[in-house]
Nanobody, 124 residues
């Protein structure tokens, strides 16, 4: 499965952005899908996930209420809607697919497939 992340860009603080992760060579219906991000000089961190086992969504506390992950079955893609952007949201955002158990859904090692990343830069 190949993943292609897109939708990043330069946005003012308080603005919104929608990231998209498209899959080829496979379908997202068989996988849990997550978004991670990595800021300069920092480790990659979990942002949000959509679990295939129960179709529930999971978020890091730092983005709850501002980020929304959703599946678009028709397009075989997963979107991440980001609202009320803050400077600390500046990072490269990666999508990933795998079959983690729910308790491990926020762990990057749980995912087999990764997109190339898309840069989100928030200006203040």
């Amino acid at each position: 499965v190949q993943l292609q992340a897109s939708g990043g860009g330069l946005v003012q603080a308080g603005g919104s952005l929608t990231l998209s992760c498209a899959a080829s060579g496979g379908t997202f219906s068989s996988y849990s899908v997550a978004w991670f991000r990595q800021a300069p000089g920092k480790e990659r961190e979990f942002v949000a996930a959509s679990a295939v086992q129960n179709m529930r969504t999971y978020y890091d506390d730092s983005v709850k209420g501002r980020f929304t992950i959703s599946r678009d079955k028709a397009k075989n893609s997963v979107n991440l809607q980001i609202n009320s952007l803050k400077s600390e949201d500046t990072a490269v955002y990666y999508c990933a697919a795998g079959r983690p158990i729910v308790s491990a859904i926020s762990r990057s090692l749980s995912y087999y497939y990764w997109g190339q990343g898309t840069q989100v830069t928030v200006s203040s």
